[in-house]
């Protein structure tokens, strides 16, 4: 069966989410990046600083030195994601399967399913626009096509506002004309080599067969092959396959690269998550850590816990290595992220002659500590690493 | 202003849209059709349909080109206006998209493929002045194309209206909608001697302003209300033009293929006359 996606991009999302708290900001250039940060670079940037030459990434300095009195507002990720939370609740009311960033104001939908219900995909594109713009005032732009890649590529021809739809049966003829560096999944270094071979458009690198493609392209030539030719056979990714997560998230509230203070953020997401995990009788089989850096820039970490656990200090254990990981830059740290994924029921067998281990003697403990937390309340006991905050490391 | 009697009204009877995917569990396509093949099955019973996704979205000229290219030579398009110029109006913009949209329409009309433009204006675009005022300069500025108007406001049930869409040879849209208070009513009047036009959106009023497509537009038409459409349409309407349009919108579970073939077979069988296709063979 053709599938129906639509991809509704708000342009610019950080600056739109800004501009709506401050509307006084509304048509001028407009950059968030974090402002006292050392080395920061340009988060995102409204169009007319787009006009001007601003790109996002680019560091704060340069963007300056393009327009000395350009408005600066510092990142509020926060606050991004909270407004996003609240437009895929919109969403819902469409469909089940629903595709989005945490905070970048793209979300794909597969409304295939739900024709009968809601009638033309375009209708309940065009409706979802419309209740974008009356309840948040956030407008953006959405297309309609067969699958995630021509539709996304159909708002990036039409950004910064407008609509696109694709009728089935048209996706290549509407990718032809187009500049290749409109389709998604191609690396710069792919870009690079293409413009070396002087194929600017998807027209003309389509004139290249698989095999020609193999040789200058090697395993990626097959993606290349299937992208210029607007095949996509990606599924939206249902949200409630990728919600089988559970997050903590640690602000400092002055910037900061103290291990120490890290680390003690880190345990205290790690307490909290493992005590949600333990009160729905959960484990979890992977985490990743994000850091956010003070010029606007993250980095993280990723690693599958075996076997999967739902124990503070196992966890703990296991996270030091991927926080080292993670931390790659001497740039202060702003926030960091906690997130643990792979949720599922512990299956463990149980031992028929319970032996001492340290792994029992730390579950016993944990939940010792857990008893006494839920009578006297959270702060009545804690571990030495989270008190040793205040007094030796500021 | 009438037509020259002794000449043939030609009909051009199809729907609103072609491509639904609730079709192919209808049966008016055959399993496994694919989306990017429903004009091709379409197009061997009807010889015209709406273009919708036109009101959404402003055309673009390769893209209906290649309709264009897909379908026969005697296939015809009805192609809404875009929402810029009905719904959504900007004031000191809305010339430029009306520029646009005949830049967009324009190979309809060199492959003279255009049966006409359909200015389907909202509920709330009532006779006021600004409205009125707003209307005539749409027109001026669209002069020269095949125009039909649908209003959905029953205030502009007026001989004065009428007359001027005589004048200027624009289409009043005759509309079978549900009898609620407000909309525009059931009429035959005919303001343009080259062609009439009928928008058939089902009768179904506790689903009208659900804000559903898929309740509005929810209605079958039983065959009484098709022979009462068929009796007036050779008795009253086609002898007052060259050419019509018949369109059906109530799109839901296929209901509107089947209707509209009825109403062929109907105006076959008791007018003993020729519609400009052979539609016998898909009844």
Not at chain 2, 157 to 173: A, G, H, M, P, Y
């Amino acid at each position: 069966m053709d599938r129906s996606i639509i991809h509704l991009n708000i342009a610019d999302f950080a600056v739109a989410v800004e501009t709506n708290l401050q509307p006084a900001l509304k048509g001028y250039p407009l950059i968030i990046a974090p402002k006292g940060a050392p080395r920061a670079v340009v988060y995102d940037m409204s169009d007319e600083a787009f006009q001007q030459g601003i790109r996002k990434g680019m560091p704060l300095a340069r963007a300056r030195r393009l327009n000395k009195k350009i408005n600066i507002l510092p990142p509020s990720f926060n606050r991004y994601e909270r407004v996003m939370k609240d437009l895929l609740k919109q969403t819902f009311a469409f469909t089940p399967l629903i595709e989005s960033g945490r905070s970048d104001g793209h979300i794909f939908m597969d409304v295939t399913g739900s024709r009968r219900l809601f009638g033309p995909s375009v209708n309940v594109a065009f409706k979802l626009k419309k209740a974008f713009k009356k309840t948040f005032n956030l407008d953006p732009i959405w297309s309609v096509a067969s699958n995630k890649l021509i539709a996304k590529v159909a708002t990036r021809v039409v950004k910064p506002v407008g609509e696109y739809i694709v009728a089935p049966g048209d996706e290549k003829a509407f990718l032809a004309p187009l500049p290749i560096h409109l389709i998604p999944g191609l690396l710069k270094t792919d870009l690079t080599r293409l413009c070396e071979f002087n194929l600017f458009l998807v027209s003309q690198a389509r004139s290249l067969t698989l095999d020609q493609l193999k040789i200058a392209f090697h395993h990626r030539a097959p993606l290349i092959y299937d992208r210029i030719r607007g095949v996509d056979p990606t599924p939206v990714t249902a949200l409630c396959e990728t919600q089988s997560t559970l997050q903590a998230d640690h602000a400092f509230s002055d910037d900061t690269n103290n291990a120490a203070l890290l680390k003690k953020a880190l345990y205290l997401m790690i307490e909290k998550i493992c005590s949600t995990l333990r009160n729905r009788n959960l484990h979890s089989g992977a985490t990743k850590i994000i850091l956010s850096y003070s010029d606007g820039l993250q980095s993280a970490s990723k690693l599958k816990l075996v076997p999967s656990t739902s124990n503070d200090m196992t966890l703990f254990k296991k996270c030091l290595p991927l926080l080292d990981k993670a931390w790659t830059r001497r740039v202060r740290i702003r926030h960091m992220r906690l997130i643990c994924e792979t949720l599922s029921l512990p299956q463990m067998q149980t031992e028929l002659f319970v032996r001492n281990t340290k792994e029992t003697k730390q579950a016993d403990l944990t939940q010792a500590m857990d008893k006494i937390r839920t009578k006297f309340g959270k702060n009545s006991i804690k571990t030495g690493l989270t008190l040793m905050g205040e007094n030796n490391y500021q | 202003m009438t037509k020259n009697p002794s000449t043939a009204c030609n009909l051009f009877i199809g729907t609103s849209g072609y491509s639904y995917g609730e079709w192919i569990d209808s049966g008016f396509y055959p399993d496994g059709t694919h989306s990017s093949n429903m004009l091709d099955v379409y197009m061997q019973i009807f010889q015209t349909t709406e273009l919708n996704y036109t009101w959404y979205q402003m055309p673009k000229a390769p893209a209906i080109d290649r309709l264009c290219t897909k379908t026969p030579k005697n296939f015809k398009f009805a192609a809404k206006l875009t929402r810029t110029l009905t719904h959504e109006i900007k004031k000191g913009q809305w010339q430029k998209e009306a520029l646009l949209y005949r830049q967009g329409i324009d190979p309809l009309i060199q492959s003279q493929k255009l049966l006409c433009i359909l200015i389907q204006l909202p509920p709330y675009f009532e006779r006021s002045v600004n409205f009125r005022n707003y209307l005539a300069a749409l027109l001026d500025e669209l002069s020269g194309l095949p125009l039909a108007v649908e209003f959905r406001h029953d205030s502009w049930v007026n001989d004065k209206v009428f007359s001027e869409l005589e004048r200027r040879k624009v289409t009043l849209v005759s509309v079978d909608e549900p009898d609620l208070p407000d909309l525009f009513p059931r009429l035959d009047v005919v303001t343009n001697p080259d062609l009439f036009y009928i928008r058939f959106h089902g009768r179904n009023a506790r689903g009208w302003r659900s804000g559903n497509m898929q309740k509005q537009f929810d209605y079958d038409y039983a065959d009484w209300e098709l022979k009462e459409w068929a009796n007036t349409l050779q008795t009253t309407i086609m002898p007052e033009a060259q050419a019509g349009g018949i369109f059906f919108n109530n799109h839901v579970r296929g209901q509107a293929p089947k209707n509209a073939l009825r109403l062929i077979d109907l105006l076959i069988k008791e007018g003993g006359r020729q519609t400009p296709w052979t539609a016998q063979s898909f009844i």
